[in-house]
């Protein structure tokens, strides 16, 4: 059964870091990109994050760069999600998304609740 399941959300101060995680179940993970996009009210959801099927070439939303760093761990079947100097316009909800390297496949996690406020 294919599943992404992330942790690591809650509240935070600005300025404060968290670090989000998402474990992969089910399907060939080193055969996927892997994904971090994020969703705040009222917005539409937009790609935060994206990690290369090795994790050797990454990019970023232009909001986000040089304080949010993607990472994977292809033995482990997981990925991260770093986050430094955290501001309020990154409060949102952050999905954990795999996309197979040839697009076969797109799947989903539930999401985990980012807060940042003082």
């Known amino acids: 059964q294919v599943q992404l399941v992330e942790s690591g959300g809650g509240l935070v101060q600005p300025g404060g870091s968290l670090r989000l995680s998402c474990a992969a179940f089910?399907?060939?993970?080193?055969?996927?990109?892997m994904n971090w996009y994020r969703q705040a009210p009222g917005k539409e959801r937009e790609l935060v994050a994206v990690?290369?099927?090795?994790?050797?070439?990454?990019n970023y939303a232009d909001s986000v760069k040089g304080r949010f760093t993607i990472s994977r761990d292809n033995v482990k079947n997981m990925v991260y999600l770093q986050m430094n100097t955290l501001k309020p316009e990154d409060t949102a909800v952050y999905y954990c998304?795999?996309?197979?390297?040839?697009?076969?496949?797109?799947?989903w996690g539930q999401g985990t609740q980012v807060t940042v406020s003082s």
């Open positions: 998304n795999a996309r197979h390297i040839y697009g076969y496949n797109n799947y």
């Open positions: 089910g399907f060939t993970f080193s055969s996927y990109l």
């Open positions: 990690a290369s099927s090795s994790g050797s070439s990454t």
